[in-house]
């Protein structure tokens, strides 16, 4: 009688989970299909490496490219090396920083959930105005750097943790000093995490809008520096389809391009995890 | 004139050193009154033990008496775990171990450890020598080569592995693993080793190879030896002891040649520990 109680509450399980699945699933499938419907048509060699014409509605998206391109670029140069920094702080030199590093745990967590609008306000009045970099490029992957890095922190500061406690105490027991056990074992050994950080931050980047149109600007004319403002993908997209009459056409193309560069960065990511942990050498 | 504290470093020209046999039966290490607190818990009180170089020592006694909490002292690996305070006093040698003076990189070069369970690092068997020589200053390939072929060999491993040495340590099997992690301490050519329980993680093959491998080590060096088995301290070691939770922290309540400590116990707990009616 109980089992058959059971057996139903398992059914009931089963069926609400699955089909939380398949909504998911199908709304992915009904946004994606869309995008493609309605931009594969627009995507050519010719599109991926025109000017953009007519405010959008015809040409290109090469100039856009390079400085989404670009803004990645200063972006991480700056966030991967606070972001190691920062995690190694949290995660093995805790207890000489005990308070500090719960302080800034706690502020990660709470610029983790800050609307990316508000960074973008951030951004320009600091980088903008207060530092004197104007609308540029410069501007644009700072004021990102400042959104990826709580992700990029965290996610890096779990993959030290998930690290065996053995590492530490095997290398200390065979005199081996704080600073060459971090080098030569836990930093190779937590760079699978720091890899999948790494990606999740440049997801989040490459796809900002709010953060960027305060910052970088949406000059769509190719960058000659970092100083020039630039146009970013997500940002054209918006520009086109809220602003341009007639942009539609070419919005759905740029969106396409966009999925499909979020699409080879996930699979650029699982590739090289995939590689790691089946060589289970870390360094030869 | 002469610096209690200061560690010879490891020399790269020593590299013929690793029979060391003058056991001595002077103490070698000497702990007194030794007490390591985990914040406000006392897990060891005023222990006092002399480990006799050249020599086994079995450290036996039921779970939680501090066993690892004393091991840990000797190379000062509680400095690593937090709110970790030792008390009392430990000397090696000339060393006064517990000092902060104390060269801890060295010391533990001295006095190595081998854990539970195998713990070779992420990467090749010829690495996992490599990368310990090398922070200790042995960076002449020759001399690195002739130290991985001497330390392999002496674990009984360089047959088995001599052409793989560039594959993965951690697809080695387990008694493998040890033999190896065995192996790395020993390229550092350490005068003592701690170890934990080296044979329990094992298959009972491997952990009477690793036995025999222990066995072997005798003389040239000094092996400080935690153990579960009784019929493994019985067989190997020179020396017991026991400790025992009383109060509510560690303590040793009986340390004796291996004879003695089974055939003419001093405590009644021995007694009763040795005939498995308590522990
Ligand atoms: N890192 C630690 N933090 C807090 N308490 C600890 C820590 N390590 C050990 N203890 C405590 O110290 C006491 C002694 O532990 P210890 O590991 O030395 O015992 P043991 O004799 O080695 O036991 P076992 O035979 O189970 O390995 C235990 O009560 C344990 O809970
Ligand atoms: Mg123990």
Redesign the pocket.
């Known amino acids: 009688m109980s089992s058959h109680h059971q057996a139903i509450q398992d059914k009931l399980a089963m069926g609400i989970t699955w089909s939380v699945a398949m909504l998911l699933m199908s709304t992915f499938l009904w946004l994606f299909s869309d995008i493609v419907i309605h931009g594969i048509s627009g995507v050519s060699w010719e599109f991926l490496t025109a000017r953009p014409l007519n405010a959008g509605r015809e040409g290109g998206i090469a100039p856009i490219l390079v400085s989404t391109a670009l803004i990645l670029m200063v972006c991480m140069a700056i966030a991967l090396p606070i972001g190691l920094g920062t995690a190694i702080l949290l995660s093995e030199l805790t207890h000489q920083f005990g308070w500090m590093s719960n302080l800034i745990r706690r502020s990660l967590d709470v610029l983790a959930g800050i609307p990316s609008i508000v960074f973008g306000l951030f951004g320009n009045a600091f980088f903008c105005i207060t530092l004197g970099l104007g609308f540029s490029i410069v501007s644009g992957g700072l004021t990102l750097a400042c959104m990826v890095l709580p992700i990029l922190i965290r996610s890096t500061e779990e993959g030290f943790r998930a690290l065996p406690a053995d590492y530490r105490l095997s290398a200390a027991a065979l005199g081996l000093s704080q600073a060459s056990t971090l080098i030569s074992l836990l930093i190779p050994a937590a760079m699978p995490a720091m890899l999948a950080g790494f990606i999740l931050g440049l997801g989040r980047a490459i796809a900002e809008t709010a953060a960027l149109i305060f910052t970088s600007g949406y000059v769509d004319r190719m960058p000659e520096s970092l100083w020039d403002s630039g146009r970013a993908l997500s940002i054209h997209i918006y520009d086109l389809s809220m602003n341009v009459p007639g942009g539609n056409a070419n919005a759905y193309a740029t969106a396409l391009v966009l999925i499909t560069l979020l699409f080879i960065i996930n699979a650029g990511a699982q590739a090289i995890g995939h590689r790691w942990s089946s060589k289970r050498v870390l360094v030869a | 004139m002469n610096q209690p504290n200061t560690i010879p470093a490891l020399k790269p020209s020593d590299s013929k050193r690793t029979p060391r046999p003058h056991p001595s039966s002077e103490p070698f290490i000497f702990t007194e009154n030794l007490n390591?607190r985990?914040?406000s818990?006392q897990?060891?009180g005023g222990v006092s033990l002399s480990i006799k170089q050249g020599k086994i020592t079995a450290?036996v006694?039921?779970?939680?008496?501090?066993?690892?909490?004393?091991?840990?002292c000797l190379n000062r690996l509680t400095d690593l775990?937090p709110?970790?305070q030792v008390s009392g006093s430990i000397q090696f040698g000339k060393i006064d171990v517990l000092s902060p003076d104390t060269n801890v990189l060295q010391l533990r070069r001295r006095i190595g450890m081998i854990f539970?369970k195998p713990n070779p690092f992420p990467f090749s068997i010829r690495k996992n020598l490599v990368f310990p020589l090398r922070e200790h200053g042995i960076k002449d390939t020759a001399t690195i080569d002739a130290r991985i072929q001497e330390s392999l060999t002496r674990v009984g491993l360089w047959k088995e592995v001599y052409d793989r040495l560039d594959s993965s340590a951690l697809a080695l099997s387990g008694g493998q693993q040890q033999r190896l992690c065995i192996a790395r301490a020993l390229s550092l050519s350490p005068e003592v080793l701690l170890m934990?329980?080296p044979c329990s993680a094992l298959d009972p093959i491997s952990s009477g190879v690793v036995e025999d491998l222990i066995a072997s080590l005798r003389g040239p060096y000094t092996i400080v030896m935690?153990t579960?088995n009784l019929a493994q301290a019985r067989r190997m070691a020179d020396h017991v002891a026991l400790?025992w939770?009383q109060h509510g922290n560690?303590q040793i309540i009986e340390s004796q040649p291996t004879r003695e400590f089974f055939h003419h116990p001093q405590h009644k707990l021995t007694k009763e520990y040795i005939d498995g009616v308590r522990g």
């Open positions: 390591v985990y914040g818990q897990a060891l450290l006694g039921p779970s939680g008496s501090g066993k690892t909490s004393f091991l840990t775990v709110h970790c539970q934990d329980e935690v579960h400790f939770l560690g």
